[in-house]
């Protein structure tokens, strides 16, 4: 027997919440009006980042060519070989971004050149201080428009405080109701009640009841005001939930997190089931990107990517933590040799820096969730963690091209 994975009332709550925000032909074509550079240049100078834009342009015109590299040293590639696509995470907002590409611009005349890589993410919270006043949006353009990465992955925690005439506008347009508290200042805040600390709701992993329509508010919300259209998800229900809420929404995508990776073949065919449920006419899915878990074989690996290209789902990546700060995991956890393996053996895969692998300072998990002053007056040390994530990356890019390896890089590094 199978169970609907949504109820009617699932649904129709889901599809008044989409109509509020204009429905999905709106929201897709807002999305792509907001990713634009110039209009986006254009918000940020009015918003006092018009300065640090232009720095970034001249920054990114200094930055090694990872293109140069596979020139002067003959790289030919193995087309038996899988595709290796670079993603570093911690991009914590647009002053220590802007640091990292200093640091990555200086790097371009040293023996070892800091690439930038094709994919980004970020774990800071969508508070509206953020998504509205122009830090989210700098952070994006510097990194979609002026480096060019590929993909730039924000955070949606359903924890944080917004405010409370939200939380009765939301109950008003999806007929439920959210729990909540005060949180002073006229926010409030969704009750996590197995949740005991701020580290425990790591990606807002308790979305108890109908707390799904909060995640689907805040990524919706922030993808119209800043033209992010790549969200972390927090837990199997928003799944579901963006699975059928993006099915029309082409540029609305999630990636799972690595707290909610696959770490086996039946956890990743639940996933599969979950999306062939809500596909796209084109069999494409608002499901972007899939973490592989930490604990998973090369094997196992290389077995979640045939059963994706039999399952004739398109357009979803597969990524592997190379290395993880210590409090994320296994202390010296290193993937680079199963990364080999698994893309000699002809399977695609996105390598990517949780850490350098070595155990800096900033380096940890508590830095993602630092509050704005403190994160912004540790800029430099927080962009330095950056850098250092980057250039492992293009170290071991550069060793997987000289076997034949084809490794992307973001489009600014070619």
């Given at each position: 027997m199978k169970f609907k994975l949504l109820s009617n009332a699932d649904l129709q709550a889901i599809d008044a919440l989409k109509e509020f925000h204009g429905g999905a032909q709106k929201i897709s074509e807002t999305i792509k009006s907001m990713r634009v550079f110039e209009t986006r240049k254009k918000i940020l100078s009015e918003k006092?980042?018009?300065q640090m834009i232009e720095e970034a342009e001249e920054l990114v015109k200094k930055f090694a060519k990872a293109g140069d590299y596979e020139k002067e040293n003959n790289i030919s590639f193995n087309n038996n070989f899988g595709v290796a696509t670079a993603q570093v995470s911690g991009w914590q907002g647009a002053k220590v971004t802007h640091h990292a590409m200093k640091r990555i611009?200086?790097?371009?005349?040293?023996?070892?050149?800091?690439?930038?890589?094709?994919?980004?993410?970020?774990?800071?919270?969508?508070?509206?201080?953020?998504?509205?006043?122009?830090?989210?949006?700098?952070?994006l353009t510097m990194a979609e428009n002026i480096m060019k990465a590929s993909k730039f992955c924000s955070t949606n925690l359903i924890g944080i405080p917004q405010p409370e005439d939200r939380f009765v506008e939301l109950e008003k347009i999806t007929g439920k109701i959210f729990e909540r508290t005060d949180a002073g200042n006229g926010l409030s805040q969704l009750i996590?009640?197995?949740?005991?600390?701020?580290?425990?709701?790591?990606?807002?992993?308790?979305?108890?009841?109908?707390?799904?329509?909060?995640?689907?508010?805040g990524i919706t919300r922030t993808a119209l005001a800043t033209g992010a259209d790549f969200f972390l998800n927090p837990s199997w229900s928003t799944i579901v939930a963006i699975c059928y809420y993006g099915r029309d929404i082409p540029n609305l995508h999630i990636k799972i997190s690595m707290l909610?990776?696959?770490?086996?073949?039946?956890?990743?065919r639940m996933l599969l089931n979950i999306m062939s449920e809500y596909l796209r006419d084109?069999?494409?899915?608002?499901?972007?990107?899939?973490?592989?878990?930490?604990?998973?074989?090369?094997?196992?690996?290389?077995?979640?990517?045939?059963?994706?290209?039999?399952?004739?789902i398109k357009g979803v990546s597969l990524a592997a933590h190379i290395y993880i700060n210590p409090d994320l995991g296994i202390a010296n956890f290193n993937?680079?040799?199963?990364?080999?393996?698994?893309?000699?053996?002809?399977?695609?895969?996105?390598?990517?820096y949780e850490s350098d692998g070595t155990a800096r300072e900033m380096d940890t998990m508590g830095t993602y969730f630092l509050p704005e002053d403190e994160r912004n007056a540790n800029a430099e040390k927080i962009g330095d963690v950056i850098f250092y994530k980057a250039l492992q990356a293009s170290k071991d890019g550069r060793n997987m091209m000289k076997k034949g390896i084809r490794v992307l890089f973001g489009r600014s590094s070619y």
């Open positions: 006092g980042f018009g611009a200086e790097s371009a005349k040293t023996s070892e050149p800091c690439f930038v890589p094709s994919e980004f993410i970020s774990v800071v919270a969508l508070t509206d201080n953020y998504v509205y006043n122009g830090y989210l949006m700098a952070t996590l009640k197995n949740q005991g600390t701020f580290f425990g709701n790591f990606g807002g992993i308790e979305v108890a009841n109908d707390n799904h329509l909060i995640y689907l508010d909610l990776a696959t770490q086996n073949l039946m956890q990743f084109d069999k494409t899915s608002p499901l972007y990107e899939i973490n592989i878990g930490n604990g998973v074989s090369p094997e196992n690996f290389i077995q979640c990517a045939n059963e994706l290209k039999e399952s004739g993937w680079t040799d199963n990364m080999h393996e698994v893309l000699e053996s002809g399977t695609n895969l996105t390598f990517k």
